[in-house]
């Protein structure tokens, strides 16, 4: 009972239980797989924008199931990132479909362009 009323006031608990799980593995890593999982997850949260909190945990689980995996092969970071580390960080965040922030303000613009040209054609 008291779950639901916290969940209501914060969001769903296994969110953040996945969010806090992923977050403790990439804190886990080695170097120099920690700082750049690190890196990359503070980018991904200025650049992707995702507003789906599914979709952003799933964006941070699969993260530290890369960095693991590279960690454990010891995969060279440049191997995994390439030369330019935003193109990487800005191509993986586009496999992610959820909702962005732009979105919302996407269709804000077309609505108030919409709404505008409506008034000026009645008038």
Do not use: C, H
């Amino acid at each position: 009972m008291a779950a639901k009323w916290i969940e209501a006031v914060t969001g769903p608990l296994e969110q953040k239980r996945n969010y806090r799980q992923a977050k403790a593995r990439m804190d886990a890593l080695p170097e120099p797989y920690r700082v750049t999982a690190t890196a990359l997850t503070r980018y991904l949260m200025y650049y992707g924008g995702v507003t789906d909190g599914d979709t952003l945990v799933q964006m941070f689980v699969d993260l530290a199931d890369l960095w693991e995996r590279a960690a454990l092969d010891a995969t060279p970071v440049s191997a995994i990132t390439g030369e330019d580390p935003v193109e990487f960080a800005e191509s993986f965040a586009q496999a992610y479909t959820g909702k962005r922030w732009i979105d919302k303000e996407r269709q804000r613009l077309i609505d108030a362009v919409e709404a505008a040209t409506r008034a000026q054609e009645s008038s």
